[in-house]
């Protein structure tokens, strides 16, 4: 029988993420979107209350949560504050490539360093001309002797910063496109790795992008994730995997505007009645709720299906882009149900719509998604 209802297990998970959230996330949010300070404490917490590394096997020292469990984790954080959520969770999108594709030994190597730095790692796809087309990158890891030495450079990685590993996509075949292209582990303090501009942004401020130069960076040839030439292949695996997360943050977000809304709608009052017995009002609260509840369930469906290792890719999908659509709209329309006091920064609304913006956009724009949706049912 289907059951839509959490196990205890699941609702401990949630019930401990959420009182991370409360605690360590919520009290210090403004102040980091207002100061775009990274916020290096709550993350050093997330180590100690073992809210970080929520992919990670529990065998190599993380918290070994599944697709879904890790969704339900997202949600709170994302509900508390997505910029601080992805502080924590880039280490999940910068690590997956070696669960989809690393041997033992590579994981046991990095996964412990990691783990016991209380580290952070970066995925480093995008550059400067490749975004949506990600085959299309130009940094090149070229073989010499032993070591694999790497020029080019990336932008907008997130936790580029601070991360102590880079995973790079690299082309290691030139001539073959996408085809050519190798996941390689780069050490952060390996000599040639140049951090560049730090990205000025709208919403999610407390996270930290930065552009990325490697500069005859030489690493050893076992530092390759999996074989090589599969980085590609690597990469869309692993959004396969992670887009969930991006979705079910988005969903958190969602229902953070909305409740807020709800809560201040009930109490303020206009023409002798609460905001909220507006019929007009009424109606964008039942279309948002409704809209949320789809989400949340796309989104789990998009996890289940990672966890049962089937086909995933056209429901993931779907799920980024409708979760991360709708968390746009919500916070758009609870700023406008709150009118001056939604705009203005007493209120959380603001800062949601600003945030919702860029998870339309990162891991993968929503048009591409729906390229990926479209390719797949009109085969
Ligand atoms: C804050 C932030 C954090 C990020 N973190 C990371 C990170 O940690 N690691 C990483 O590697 N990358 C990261 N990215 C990069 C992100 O994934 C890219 O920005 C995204 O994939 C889009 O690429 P682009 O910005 O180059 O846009 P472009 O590819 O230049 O696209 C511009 C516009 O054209 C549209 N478009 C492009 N191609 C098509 C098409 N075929 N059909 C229809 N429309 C199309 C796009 O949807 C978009 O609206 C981050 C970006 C941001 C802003």
Redesign the pocket.
Known sequence: MVNFELSKEHQELVAKTKDFADRFVRPVARQHDLSCEFPWSVVQKAYDEGVINGAIPKAYGGAGHNSFEGCLASEELGAACSGIGICID?NN?ALTPLLVGASDDMKKRVFGHLVESRGLA?????EPEA???AGAVSTTAVKQGDKYVINGK?R????GKQAIYHTVFCNTDPGRGARGMSAIVVPADTPGVIIGRE?P?MG?RA?C?VEIEYKDVAVPLDNVVGKENQGFLIAMKTFNRTRAGVASAAVGMAREAYETAKKWSLNRRQFGQPIASFQAIGFMFADMLTEITASRFLVWNAAILTDQDKEVGTTSAMAKYYATDVAMKVATNCVQIMGGDGYSQDYIVEKIMRDAK?SQ????????QR?VVAKNTLK
């Open positions: 880039a999108l970066a995925f480093c796809l995008t975004g949506s087309d990336k907008f990685i997130t936790n990205l942004k999610q996270s992008q860029l956009i990162y891991e993968g724009t929503n048009q591409v390229l």
